[in-house]
Every structure is written in structure tokens, then in C-alpha cells.
């Protein structure tokens, strides 16, 4: 079925996981504790408490017709330029650091 994603931040602004709920589901709200899967181990389970919530994907097309807001090419193409321009820590750093902030069940 339909879902859609969010980015968890921490008070620092750094991502702890991607969340994945169906259409129709509660989003997670910053500051809300809940459960989730451990993003390295699987077969974990973790409580996460996120400072941000950020939706990751807008729907701009049904079929041949635009729907989104407006900016196109040009909205995408510089969101994708800022991203590039942050520098996210080596990923056994982050990985030290989300097992860290994560409570394991």
C-alpha cells in the first residue's frame, strides 16, 4: 500500500533513521517517543525520541498531471545541491553515535 517516509533528526540536527508508515497512519511528532527497528541490527527493536521530524518525499505528479507545489526542476535541483553541501560524519561514526542515542529494548 501507499506509505510515507520521514527522516528522524536529533538536537543536533543529524539523522538517527528513516520511518516508513502507511498513508492514512499518525506521523511521528518531535519530542514523541516510539518504537521502531534498530537501523544496523534488524531483529532489535528501539525506542526513539526525535528532536525533528522531516518528510521526505511530496507528491508532484498523478498520471500526466502536476499536482505539486510550485518550482520544479530548478526547487529540486537546488535542494539536491544543499544536500551535497553538508558533510555527514564517516558511517562508523554515525553508527556510534545512533546506538548511543537509541534505547534497545
Do not use: C
Amino acid at each position: 500500500g501507499d506509505k510515507e517516509a520521514f527522516r528522524l533528526l536529533n538536537a543536533d540536527g543529524e539523522p538517527l533513521l528513516d520511518f516508513l508508515v502507511r498513508s492514512g497512519e499518525a506521523m511521528p511528532e518531535a519530542g514523541r517517543r516510539l518504537l521502531s527497528r534498530h537501523p544496523f541490527e534488524e531483529k532489535k527493536r528501539v525506542y526513539v525520541n526525535p528532536s525533528k521530524v522531516v518528510k521526505l518525499l511530496e507528491l508532484t505528479w498523478i498520471g500526466a498531471k502536476h499536482v505539486g507545489t510550485a518550482g520544479g526542476e530548478g526547487k529540486a535541483s537546488g535542494v539536491a545541491q544543499a544536500g551535497l553541501q553538508v558533510r555527514l560524519p564517516s558511517l562508523r561514526e554515525l553508527k556510534a553515535r545512533v546506538k548511543a542515542q537509541l534505547t534497545a529494548l
